[in-house]
Every structure is written in C-alpha cells, then in structure tokens.
C-alpha cells in the first residue's frame, strides 16, 4: 500500500469503505489510482453540470467557468490532503486562493477558489460517504468529551501504539 492520502485510506479502513480504499489504493487493483485526480473529476464533472445549467445567473455561470479553466490538480491537492485532518471550508479556500494566485484577477481570486472548494467538498462527500461519517462523527465526539467531560480521547492503535 502506498501512502496515497493516508488520512482518507485509514477512514476507508475504518468505515469499511470499499470505493474510498480503491480510490486511495488500499484495496488492490490492477493500475494505482490517482486519488486527487478522481476527485477532480468528480468536480469537473459538477462544474460542467452547473454551466449548462446556469442560464440566468450570470455572474455563477462566468465564476463556474473561471474555475473550469483554471483548475488543475496541483491546485486541489494540499486542500484535498489536509481534509482528513480537520481543514475547513474557509482554510481550504485560502488555500485555493493563494493556490490560484497570479493565474486569475485578484477580484476573481475569493468567489473562484470558493466555487471551486464548493465542489471538491461535494465530490468527496459524495465518494466517501463512510469516511466523512466517521470524521464527523468522530470530531461531535472529540468535542463532546473535552468540552462536556473535561477529558482527552485516549486510544490504543491496532499496532499497539497510544494515541490521543
């Protein structure tokens, strides 16, 4: 197994997930995959939906295919990545942001990369269904014990390591 976005392969261990672990190459298969690629094209895929859907909203159909144009995978990687590991929307869109910077005008640069951000949640959201369950279902619980308990998550990894 290669380290292919380690937090999304280890919430596709945990929630069983089987199209979350082909996509981050836990589960063999005969070619790797390219996990930020997958999830571009899941978004793409949206994007295109949303321009030939937006007939009368002219200013989302001209953002929509800014972000078309310009978005790569090298522009949704460290986003994508650091999901797993509690990013949020408006970090994921200052990431994009100075991701996108110098490609498109400034005053594009906000509306763009939360356009484009917009998408990536939704394409992962939608592939890993079990995964985000579980990364939220843990993070309502982490938050539920430090702040109602008074007290850390405390765990033993399946190697035998302690965590917290």
Known sequence: MDGTCNGFQHYSAMGRDTI???????????????????????????????????????????VAKI???VVTRSIVKRPVMA????????????????????KISSADLTPVAQYIIRNLFSSINSTFRNSMAIKQWLAGYNRY?????????EYISPMGFPGR
């Open 20 to 62: 979350g672990a082909i996509f981050t190459n836990v589960l063999p298969t005969e070619r790797p995959s390219d996990f930020y690629q997958s999830i571009l094209d899941s978004a793409l895929k949206l994007m295109d939906e949303d321009i030939a859907a937006e007939g009368a909203n002219f200013e989302k159909l001209r």
């Open 83 to 102: 999901i797993p590991y509690g990013l949020s929307v408006r970090g994921a869109v200052d990431i994009c942001r100075n991701n996108l910077h110098g």
């Open 67 to 69: 972000a078309r144009k």
């Open 145 to 153: 014990c430090s702040s109602k308990l008074g007290v850390p998550i």
